[in-house]
C-alpha cells in the first residue's frame, strides 16, 4: 500500500497530531512538498501533503485562511502540515476553522520534527510500496508464463483474471471472443466486440479504455489491447476491472500482452517454414503421390488428407494486384496488413472459421494466386462461400470497395487421389467467374446446371456470329432459309423427314439445301465435331 496520512500519523518518530480532518487520514500521500508560497497551487499536481510555517501567511484571519485552504483542497493537495514554534507558537484558530470546515487534514508538526524527516519517510514508503508492487509483479509474470507453458491462452487468462481480480478475454482477428476467464466472462466480453473492431483499425501496437462507473453500457472499465507485431493485429486481449489497475496489476496486464503476443504469432522463420511444407504437400497431391503426400505432411495437414476436402483457388484482377501492399506469399502468412487485400482477406476469413471449429487448412501462394485445401463441409469452405456471396451482394447494392476485387473458384469434393482433378475443377469455376463477373463460383453448380449459359461469353458469340456470317448472307439474298433449315435439321438429329416436316418442306428441298450449307461452309455435315460447332453456334446467336 502506498503511504498515507494515518501511516504518517501513526509513525512514532515523526510524533504528527491531527487538528482537523481526522476522518480523511486514509487517503494515498503521493509526495510531501514544502511550500512558503502564498499561493502554491499552481506548483502543485494533486495527492501531495503540503508542509508550512506560514512564513507568509497572515494564518489569523478567517477569511485569508478559508481561502487559502479553499484552494488548496481544490488543486487535490490529500493534506496540510503545520510547524509550530517557528513563526506560531500553535497552529492559529482561524487555519484550524478553514481546514475543519473545508475537511482538508490538518497535521500539527512539533519543532524537533524537521519536514525533512517527513519527506524521507514518505519517500521512503513510496519506494518500499513500488518494490513491493514490482515484486508481486515479477511473482505473476512466472504465475502467467506457467500457466501459459502448461495450460495454453485459457491458462494465462484464469491467470491474469485472478491477478487483477477481475476478468479478462482473448478475441481473433475477426473480433470474436476464443478465449475467457472465469467462466461468466464469455459473455460479458462479447458486449466489447464492436471496440475490438475499432481497435483492429489502428495500427498496432494499440490500446483503448472502455466503460467504467457511469458508462451508460458498461460498468467494468475495460483495457483493449491489440495483440501481434504487424500493421494489423490478429487477436486482441480484454481485462475488466472494478477500478484502475494498480501497478502490480499493470505489470500483470503487460506481462500476459508479451505471453499472448508469442502464442498468436508465430515466428517468421516457423511461417517460412510451413509455407514450404505447404507448397511441398500440394504439388505431391498435383503430382498424384498421396502418400508421399502425406508422409511429408505429418501431423501439420495429416487429418486434411484423411477425408474429402475441397480446392479453392482465388485470383485478383491485375489492377488490384498493382497496389497489393505484399507478396501472395507474405498475404497468405498474415505478415502483411490485409486492408484493401482481397486475397489477404480471404485468407483471414478462412483461418479465422478453421481456427474457431478447430479444422486444418492448407493454405498456398501460387504465382499470383492463392491455393485453399479445406475440409468438405467444415466452417472454413462455409466460411469462403459466404464471403463470397456477402461481397456479390454488396456488388449489387453499389456498395463495392477493394474487397469486392476478388474472383474464386471451388472444386467439388474430393481426397487424395483425385486431388488434381479437383484443382482443375477449382480454375473451371475460376474462369467461369471471372466471365461472368462473379466473386465465387462452385464447380458442383456448374455440373448441375445447363451448359447454354457459358455461351453468353461474349468470344463464344464472336466464333458463331464468323461461323454462321455465309449463311445469313445467303439467306438476306431470299435465295433460301439455309440457317433455319440447318436448325432443324439439327435439332432431328439428321432425320430427313422429320426435319422436312417441320419447315413444311419436301426432304430433297431440305437435301439440297444442307448440301449448300456444306458448299458454302466448306465444312461436311458428317463430321460430328463440325455439327456440334454448329449447333453451339446456332445456340449461342438464338437470342440475338
Not at 466480453?189 to 458508462?215: I, K, N, Q, Y
Not at 486481449?237 to 498468436?264: K, M, N, Q
Not at 505447404?278 to 501439420?300: K, N, S, Y
Amino acid at each position: 500500500m502506498p503511504p498515507t496520512l494515518a501511516s504518517l500519523v501513526h509513525h512514532s518518530a515523526l510524533k504528527l497530531t491531527v487538528r482537523a480532518g481526522g476522518d480523511r487520514l486514509d487517503v494515498p500521500v503521493r509526495w510531501a512538498h514544502v511550500s512558503e508560497l502564498a499561493d502554491p497551487v499552481p506548483y502543485m499536481e494533486g495527492g501531495e501533503l503540503l508542509l508550512i510555517t506560514a512564513l507568509k501567511l497572515d494564518a489569523e484571519d478567517p477569511e485569508a485562511m478559508r481561502r487559502y485552504v479553499r484552494r488548496l483542497a481544490g488543486a487535490g493537495v490529500v493534506g496540510l502540515g503545520f510547524a509550530v514554534g517557528v513563526n506560531y507558537e500553535e497552529i492559529p484558530k482561524a487555519l484550524v476553522d478553514a481546514a475543519e470546515e473545508e475537511g482538508l487534514p490538518l497535521l500539527e508538526v512539533p519543532r524537533r520534527t524537521p519536514f525533512l524527516a517527513i519527506s524521507k519517510e514518505v519517500s521512503a514508503a513510496m519506494a518500499a510500496d513500488q518494490y513491493r508492487a514490482v515484486t508481486a509483479g515479477f511473482a505473476a509474470q512466472r504465475e502467467l508464463t506457467r500457466q501459459a507453458l502448461t495450460d495454453g491462452p485459457e491458462g494465462l487468462l484464469a491467470a491474469l483474471a485472478s491477478q487483477v481480480d477481475g476478468w479478462a478475454a482473448l478475441y481473433d482477428a475477426s473480433g470474436a471472443v476464443v478465449a475467457s476467464a472465469p467462466e461468466w466472462a464469455g459473455r460479458r466480453a462479447a458486449r466489447f466486440t464492436a471496440d475490438v473492431e475499432r481497435l483492429r483499425e489502428r495500427p498496432a501496437p494499440a490500446s483503448a479504455v472502455v466503460g467504467g462507473p457511469g458508462h451508460s453500457d458498461h460498468d467494468d472499465r475495460v483495457e483493449l489491447h491489440s495483440l501481434g507485431t504487424g500493421r494489423r493485429p490478429r487477436a486482441s486481449l480484454a481485462v475488466g476491472t472494478a477500478s484502475t489497475l494498480g501497478t502490480a496489476e499493470r505489470y500483470a496486464v503487460h506481462s500476459a500482452i508479451a505471453l499472448l503476443t508469442l502464442t498468436t504469432e508465430r515466428s517468421r522463420s516457423f511461417q517460412a517454414a510451413e509455407q514450404r511444407i505447404g507448397v511441398a504437400v500440394l504439388r505431391m497431391l498435383l503430382a498424384g503421390e498421396p502418400d508421399h503426400a502425406r508422409a511429408v505432411a505429418g501431423d501439420l495437414y495429416g487429418g486434411l488428407l484423411d477425408a474429402p476436402f475441397r480446392v479453392l483457388v482465388a485470383d485478383e484482377p491485375a489492377s488490384a494486384r498493382a497496389h497489393a501492399d505484399a507478396s501472395p506469399h507474405a498475404r497468405a502468412s498474415g505478415a502483411a496488413d490485409r486492408a484493401g487485400d482481397p486475397l489477404g482477406r480471404l485468407v483471414e476469413v478462412v483461418e479465422t472459421a478453421a481456427a474457431r471449429s478447430g479444422e486444418t487448412v492448407l493454405v498456398v501462394p501460387e504465382g499470383e494466386r492463392l491455393v485453399v485445401l479445406a475440409a468438405d463441409g467444415g466452417a472454413a469452405v462455409a466460411a469462403a462461400v459466404s464471403y463470397g456471396t456477402a461481397l456479390e451482394d454488396a456488388r449489387a447494392s453499389g456498395s463495392e470497395g477493394e474487397e469486392d476485387d476478388l474472383v474464386v473458384g471451388l472444386s467439388a469434393p474430393a481426397g487424395p487421389i483425385a486431388a488434381a482433378a479437383a484443382y482443375k475443377q477449382a480454375e473451371q469455376a475460376l474462369s467461369v467467374a471471372r466471365r461472368r463477373g462473379r466473386v465465387l463460383v462452385e464447380h458442383e453448380r456448374l455440373a448441375a446446371g445447363s451448359v447454354l449459359p457459358l455461351l453468353a461469353d461474349d468470344a463464344v458469340k464472336a466464333f458463331a456470329d464468323g461461323l454462321l456470317r455465309a449463311l445469313h448472307e445467303h439467306d438476306a439474298t431470299g435465295r433460301g432459309d439455309l440457317v433455319a433449315s440447318l436448325r432443324a435439321w439439327l435439332s432431328r438429329h439428321g432425320q430427313w423427314d422429320a426435319a422436312a416436316a417441320d419447315l413444311g418442306v419436301h426432304r430433297h428441298t431440305l437435301r439440297y439445301r444442307m448440301r449448300r450449307v456444306e458448299e458454302i461452309l466448306g465444312r461436311s455435315l458428317d463430321d460430328p465435331d463440325v455439327r456440334m460447332e454448329l449447333w453451339l453456334a446456332l445456340k449461342a446467336t438464338a437470342s440475338e
